[in-house]
Every structure is written in structure tokens, then in C-alpha cells.
């Protein structure tokens, strides 16, 4: 937006800018899940992150060091563009229309106006069933990994549960592993994310007569097969559903997305956020080894002790840890999500939830529907699109959203904060 002639403010309260919340760890053993020739920043020149890092397109980074890359473009703008970016190390609580744009409170009190919002606020929703709700102030119980200084309380000398076989449990099994000291991973499906092999590019299918979901079950899986005939791997399939998956997501009527949402959701994570072979060797290691043991169980309930946690599981199990972390992530409902700038916006009837109540409705430049300057882009706009989750597709929604709020309402002032 600074480059096509916008002011803009930047209102978050993380200490550095660009990390976000995935690329903010300082652990190097937390790798991009995306080959660095596909996490350039510009659209049109896919060597940039890689030639940036001095690195082949093929590598999987450590995700810091894309932080490192995105914070330096947005200085490069910066520095293009004097005068023109403000930054607030604040957290926005509420946003509301104003005569001419909108209104942005902050929790230490002030307020920012500007003529257009865009809300790009990552992941929102509420914690899983299985989290104690009694215990948040435990030392032994972590409710988000990612938080700053999350893991400084998990003892060295104590097991630890991670409940989630994802991506996040992944890094987390690293971080922690320690001399006698046992991870336990633990979730219902007890499926830990597939490696990535390259792949060779295949074409999409072709989506003609796919009404349902029961359709788009048996088009995939013809699909992969005829990967599997052709190339020898189901991963070529996979990845080249990426530039239909929107399309396929549209044509499913809501309640084949819900099921979708209980049926295939683990199964299309696993195959299609997948681990670097390099992660992967390391996880095959720690398990021969018995540092990291996964169950295939659910978790039925969680006891605090005064000194860590024993957890029960489904299989009849008891863990006793020193800590046990969520690592099931956010559930996207906005309609359940505590976040008061969320919530605020819902009960104002500035926005409205999208289907299934995953992010909010927005049009496909972005705008949340309805009739405020507000825009959105990411996790937010998952119950329209589904496949807004990762740096790729936010990339070219972010140049979606840049020109459509610079075409419709901008300023050559900056905003005032
Ligand atoms: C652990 C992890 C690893 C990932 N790895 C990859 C990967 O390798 N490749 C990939 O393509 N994608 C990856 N992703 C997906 C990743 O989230 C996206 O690539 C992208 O970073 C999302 O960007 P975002 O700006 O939408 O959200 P975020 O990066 O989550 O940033 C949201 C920002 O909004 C701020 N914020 C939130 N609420 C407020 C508020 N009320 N007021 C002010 N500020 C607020 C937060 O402080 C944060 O800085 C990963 C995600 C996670 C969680």
C-alpha cells in the first residue's frame, strides 16, 4: 500500500514487525513448510527470498530468517516512501465506522483514524474441548506455544505433553527434546504430517460435473491415482489441487463442508502441510530413540498437580508430565472467538461471520461485506476460500487487498495516531 501511494499504520504489539506469530521463533530447527523459491514476497520475481538468503529455490529456511527477509522489505518500502509508515506497538479492541472511515481503539487507551482498516490479524478463534478452562495461570499447563516466552516455565528435568500431531507439535518436539526426557504427542488421529519429496508439476483436474462432496472424493482419489501411475507419488496430485482448491471449496454446499470439516480435515492437513525431509529425519530419530512416543488417543481429562499435570487419555492411558502444551491450534469460528476487536465487530453488525463461521464474509477483493471501509486478508477469510492460510496465497491477497483499498478510499496524510 505505501508503494501505490497510501499512509499507512501499523498497529500491532509484537516487538518486531514482519515475524507475525510463524516467524518469530528463534529456534533454527523450525523450518519454512515451503521451498524458499515459493515464499518470495514479489509476485512477479519468485527468486527474491531465495537469492535474498543466499540459498537454493529448493531449501526449506528457518523460518526466522524469513521474518528477517519480510521485515527487511517492509523497511525497503519504508525507506522508499518517507513519512508514510507509522508503526504502533499496541493492540486494536475495537473498531468502529466513523464519518469519513474508521476508528481504531487501543488497549493502552488512545485511538487511530484512518479512512480504511485491514484487519490482518492472523488466526482467531477458540481454544479446542479438550483445554482445561480452570487452569489458565498454570505454570504447567502452556494454552499457546507460539505466545513470547511461552516455553521459559517448561522444567528441563520433566517430561511434556503435546497434545496435536501437527506441524506445531512437530517443532515443538525438537525444541524440547532433552536427555532423559520423554514428549508424549497425543491426538485422536495420531497422524504426524507427511515429507515432502519434490514433485513434478501436474496439472489440476478438471472440476466439470463435481457438485458435492462425495464428488470431489472421487475426483481426488482418481486423481492421486493417476499421479501415482504417472510420477510414482501421491504428492504431485495433492499439490496441484492448490489453484482449484478455492474453486472446489465454493462449490460444496455448507453441509459438505462441514463434513468435510469432521471427515477429511486431518487426512488433507497431513498430506497437504507437509514436514522437511530434514524435520522428518529428525522426528523418525527421536521416536527409534523413545524420546518422542505419539498416542493415538484422544484426551479425556487434564488433573493439575501442584508440581505438573496427568492427563487421561481415551486408550485408558494416564501421562504424568511437568507441562502439557496445546498444540491443536486455534478452531476458526469468529462466533465463538473471546477477542474483543472480533467480537466487537460481529456485535456491531460492522461484519458478519462467514460460512461455517470460519473468519468473515468478505468479497473476493478481500472487503468484508457490508458497508464499512474494511478489509481483510489470511485465516479470516477462510470460510469463503479455505486455502488462505499459507505465505503464497496471502501474498497475492495482499496485492488484491492493496489495490482494491488504494483504488476505493485512500490518504496522503498518515493517519493519525
Ligand atoms: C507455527 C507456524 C508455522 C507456519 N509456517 C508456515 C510456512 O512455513 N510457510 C507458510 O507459507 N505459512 C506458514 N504458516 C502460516 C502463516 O501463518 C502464514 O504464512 C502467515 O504468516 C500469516 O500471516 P498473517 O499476517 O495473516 O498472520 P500472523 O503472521 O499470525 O500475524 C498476525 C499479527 O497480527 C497481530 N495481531 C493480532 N491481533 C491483533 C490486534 N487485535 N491488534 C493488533 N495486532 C494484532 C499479531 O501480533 C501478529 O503479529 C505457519 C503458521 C504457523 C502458526
Sequence with gaps: ?????????LVDPAEE?????AYRTDDPRHLLNVPAGKMSALQDDPG???RWAGVAVTEFVPRRVFGAYLAAHLDGASARNPGRLRVVRDRATRLERSRDGVRI???????VTADAAVLAIGAVGDRDDWVPTDTPDSAAFVPDPWAPGALTGVRDDRDVVLVGTGLTAVDLAMTLNRPGRVVHAVSRTGLLPRRHRPAEPMRPPELTGCTGLDDVRRLVSAHVRESVRRHGDWRPAVDSLRPVTAR??????????????AEDLRSWEVHRHRMPSTTARTLIRLRRNGTLRTHRTGVTAVRMLPDGVVLHLGNGTEL???TVINCTGLRHDV???PDPLVAGLLADGIAAPGPLGLGFDTLPDGRVRGDAPLWTLGALRRGNLWETTAYPEIRAQAADVARSVTTTAWSSEVPSC
Design 1 to 9: 500500500m505505501l508503494e501505490r501511494g497510501a499512509s499507512v499504520c
Design 335 to 337: 462466533r465463538r472467538c
Design 48 to 50: 527474491d527470498f531465495a
Design 248 to 261: 472446489l471449496w465454493d462449490l460444496l454446499p455448507l453441509r459438505d463442508r462441514s463434513r468435510f470439516l
Design 17 to 21: 514487525r514482519g515475524r507475525g506469530v
Design 320 to 322: 504424568t508430565a511437568g
Design 105 to 111: 481503539s487501543l488497549a493502552a487507551g488512545d485511538f
